[in-house]
């Protein structure tokens, strides 16, 4: 059965600084792998979507690496911002048209 | 593309009655949507899959006479909290897959309060 962990749980940092959002899973043979960012009672936003083929995906300041031999992805944040405050999760999914496998998240917050 | 509209946004219902939640794929067809439920500070629970033209699959303790969920175009699934209770209080998101390249999409969320 396919795990999904994140961590750090929660991360503060002041603005400006980079963030590192780090994904792990247990199963390598995923079909993509999608970072999504949650504000508080919204629905998730998908930032990047990652095929099993790549190794990374860029947009804007995101920078998403994905290594499936070993089982890991990371989220860089560049120059953070207080609007980048939010609930950053990851999902890997086994093949197309299957549900997704969540982490539990990773609670970011930029202090002006 | 590949916008998912999710509606209410929020509904308020006594104990006892029926909700319905709306989930729309407004730019795409979807054969399967995934409906989720969250409580406060923690992980989407995915609660059942619905497939267009047939019966929804359910996870594992979501009781499938409470949570109704119908698929019965392309575009549109609906899942309908029957005699709702005070526990069953909680956000609700539906996704769906606009294709390969869109992966995965997300409805805004329902917050369902049950008084």
């Known amino acids: 059965k396919q795990e999904v962990t994140q961590i750090p749980a929660a991360l503060s940092v002041p603005e400006g600084e980079n963030l590192v959002l780090n994904c792990s899973f247990t199963?390598?043979?995923?079909?993509?792998l999608q970072w999504f960012r949650q504000d508080p009672g919204k629905g998730l936003t998908s930032l990047l979507l990652?095929?099993?083929?790549?190794r990374e995906q860029t947009s804007g300041r995101l920078n998403a690496s994905l290594d499936k031999s070993s089982g890991r992805s990371t989220l860089y944040i560049a120059a953070s911002q207080p609007g980048d405050s939010a609930t950053y999760l990851c999902?890997?999914?086994?093949?197309?048209?299957?549900?997704?496998?969540f982490g539990g998240g990773t609670r970011v917050l930029v202090k002006p | 593309g590949a916008v998912v509209s999710q509606h209410p946004s929020w509904v308020i219902c006594k104990s006892g009655t029926s909700v319905k939640i709306e989930c729309r794929s407004l730019?795409?067809?979807?054969?399967?949507m995934f409906w989720y439920r969250q409580f406060p500070k923690q992980s989407l629970m995915l609660m059942a899959t619905?497939?267009?033209?047939?019966?929804?699959?359910?996870e594992q303790g979501v009781e499938k006479d409470k949570f109704l969920i119908n698929h019965a175009s392309l575009t549109l699934s609906t899942l309908t909290v029957t005699s709702a209770h005070p526990e069953d209080s909680s956000f609700y998101i539906c996704?769906?897959?606009?294709?390969?390249?869109?992966?995965?999409?997300f409805g805004s969320g329902t917050r369902l309060t049950v008084v």
């Open positions: 996704s769906a897959s606009g294709g390969v390249d869109y992966g995965y999409t």
């Open positions: 199963d390598s043979a995923i079909y993509n």
């Open positions: 990652i095929q099993s083929s790549q």
């Open positions: 999902a890997v999914i086994k093949a197309a048209g299957n549900k997704l496998t």
């Open positions: 730019d795409f067809q979807a054969t399967t």
């Open positions: 619905s497939n267009e033209g047939s019966k929804a699959t359910y």
